[in-house]
């Protein structure tokens, strides 16, 4: 259907319906919603224990390995720092393990246990479908909008749904392709199909500002909302799913899904597509079971009670020392954090199929989304102190932000290595100063210290076998990864490609890190889905720090200064620019590299996403077409 569709007089919104949304004081202890009180469950309490107290345990077995190490001739302060950010990064290893661990445990027992489960009582709910944009591409984020209500229009259900498309586009050109786009779908979809169009004069507040919007003037007629991203996708049963979980349990506030990646054509792509595929569901089952009711929020497909967020989450700038009224940028930590404050059940649910989102097709990509997301969770440790959040939530924020700040401290533990880790007699700050470093550096050649270091890399990989042993009770069939052959190569490509990428990761959100706190801003940009073109010129820019700190480890091993046991991280840095390039690969250009890394969108894609890629390719004409004829 190629025709051109003018833009009609049909109501782009519908009537007002406005919602008291008040802003929130984080200083006071009493300034919450009036949620339901959720009831402490006694085997939250138990999971919490399964996951925290291995992860414990097998720190402080690491740290008596480390403290032995290091004392044999004597322990100095600065080894003390050594073997204290050495038990830190550490510990957020074991409890990955330890959450993986219990995700398969509890996937097992849920296999085992025979007991029926309760009928829910569900009652019909109405709710608004809210797709906030900013300068995306029309014809994929309404081709997406299509498909869902599409799925939704054939699906059996008592629940009332509405599709919003929230622009805050600049864009002029793409904000007219957004119109035509707009009145394309209204006239091919049924009239019963409820589809509306916003866009904001200003985007005040960014993605914040754009759902406070919605909420404070139409919020009012929807039971619920449920959030999306530009490029998130739904199938109809995953949507009714979250419905009718929100609508059976009236102390939920908000429901998470688990969103899988899809639509990845790149190497770097496909190797985040299949790690999320393999290893994402048992970490997320033991993420949902040690959270409980005390769950996060990730900004998107997720559906929430629409009257509590507006009494509850409402949020305030935010004063530090650095500024004053700043915008909370990661909003979804915090607001799920609110919710729960205000009483109300925050949950976890991915055993809930057909939720998706796309990933950034290439390094820089990726490194590029990263900034933005380090600067918001840097910031939370600003809100850490506030009153009333559960503790639960505080570690959320906290994780969220170690998650980077781990970065910087495997970077100086790595230095560390590199500048003494030859012994006292051969090492790089004795070569040029002529200095004993007065740090002893434990000789890899002895058997226990030899075993600690593959004990630690070992713990390394252990999520991702725990996880690829585990993808049946998943519910992944291995025709979904291309059978077993593939899968296994596909697995060995994964681990290869993460261990030589990981180097260059922690390097990049070092600079991150640093950027936020000497008070860089980062801008807010729409990501490039289909992958930014990149010149050479741009890419040794970009990856200059990281490339000069591989070949200095190079050259130090080649002068027989710096341990081997450093050569992969040194390949990684030194060859960053190479890697860069490569991570842009696309894989389906090549019959014979199109398998690889391959999940389910592309061995056995779901109807919704075959769904989404035609109307995508439909509204693309119309607005080829139109674009074409405006030209002339």
């Not at 330890?98 to 829910?120: A, D, F, W, Y």
């Not at 599409?150 to 600049?170: C, E, G, Q």
């Not at 205000?342 to 949950?347: F, K, T």
């Amino acid at each position: 259907m190629n025709r051109i569709v003018s833009i009609t007089a049909a109501p782009m919104m519908p009537p007002e319906h406005p919602l008291m949304r008040p802003i929130q004081d984080l200083n006071a202890a009493n300034d919450v919603g009036e949620g339901p009180s959720v009831p402490a469950r006694s085997n939250a309490f138990l999971w919490r224990l399964a996951t925290f107290l291995p992860a414990f345990l097998t720190t402080f077995a690491l740290i008596a390995a480390f403290t032995d190490w290091f004392a044999m001739g004597g322990l100095s302060g600065f080894e003390a720092l050594l073997i204290g950010l050495i038990a830190v990064t550490f510990f957020w290893i074991s409890l990955s393990v330890s959450t993986v661990t219990v995700g398969i445990l509890n996937m097992l027992r849920e296999r085992l246990n025979k007991t029926p489960k309760p009928v829910k009582q569900i009652r019909p709910m109405g709710v608004a479908l809210l797709v906030p944009v900013y300068n995306e591409v029309p014809a994929d984020v309404f081709g997406n909008a299509c498909a869902m209500l599409n799925a939704l229009t054939v699906s059996n259900t008592s629940h009332d749904y509405t599709l919003f498309i929230l622009s805050d586009t600049r864009d002029e050109i793409i904000a007219e392709q957004e119109l035509r786009a707009f009145a394309t779908l209204r006239a091919r979809l049924p009239e019963t199909v409820k589809l509306y169009y916003r866009r904001r004069p200003d985007n005040t507040d960014r993605k914040v500002g754009n759902l406070a919007d919605w909420v404070e003037r139409w919020g009012g007629a929807y039971e619920a909302m449920l959030v999306l991203d530009a490029d998130s996708l739904m199938s109809g049963k995953a949507i009714i799913d979250l419905t009718d979980e929100l609508s059976s349990d009236p102390s939920a506030g908000l429901i998470q899904s688990f969103p899988q990646l899809f639509g990845a054509e790149t190497l770097f792509g496909r190797v985040q597509q299949f790690a999320s595929t393999v290893y994402g569901a048992a970490l997320a089952e033991g993420l949902a079971k040690w959270s409980d009711r005390e769950g996060n929020y990730w900004g998107h497909n997720a559906i929430i009670r629409t009257s509590a967020f507006a009494a509850s989450a409402g949020l305030p700038r935010l004063n530090t020392l650095r500024s004053k009224g700043a915008l909370i940028l990661s909003h979804d930590f915090v607001e799920a954090g609110l919710l729960r404050r205000a009483g109300w059940a925050v949950r976890f649910m991915p055993r809930i199929k057909g939720s998706y989102e796309e990933v950034p097709a290439t390094l820089i990509d990726y490194v590029l989304r990263d900034r933005r997301w380090c600067q918001g969770n840097l910031q939370h440790l600003n809100i850490l102190g506030s009153k009333g959040f559960h503790a639960v939530s505080r570690f959320h924020m906290f994780h969220g932000a170690m998650g980077y700040l781990l970065s910087p401290a495997w970077l100086f533990l790595l230095s560390i290595w590199a500048l003494i880790g030859k012994g006292e007699e051969v090492n790089v700050i004795r070569y040029f100063s002529g200095a004993n470093p007065q740090v002893a550096w434990p000789e890899m050649s002895h058997m226990n210290n030899l075993l600690i270091l593959v004990f630690m890399y070992g713990m390394l990989l252990a999520p991702k076998f725990l996880g690829a042993s585990a993808i049946s009770h998943a519910g992944v069939r291995l025709r979904d990864v291309g059978g077993l052959g593939q899968f296994l190569l596909s697995l060995l490509t994964e681990i290869i490609a993460s261990i030589a990428y990981a180097p260059i990761m922690m390097v990049q959100q070092s600079i991150a890190v640093l950027r936020t706190f000497v008070g860089y801003r980062e801008t807010w940009k729409p990501q490039a889905r289909a992958g930014g073109k990149y010149s050479l010129l741009t890419m040794l820019k970009f990856h200059v720090f990281e490339t000069v700190f591989g070949i200095a480890l190079l050259v130090g091993m080649w002068h027989g200064l710096v341990s081997l046991w450093l050569l992969p991280i040194a390949l990684s840095l030194g060859f960053a620019v190479l890697l860069s390039a490569v991570s842009g690969l696309r894989l389906t250009r090549f019959n014979w590299l199109g398998r690889q890394l391959g999940t389910k969108d592309v061995f056995n894609a779901p109807h919704i996403i075959r769904s989404a890629r035609r109307e995508r390719l439909k509204l693309k004409a119309v607005l080829e077409d139109s674009d074409r004829i405006a030209a002339e």
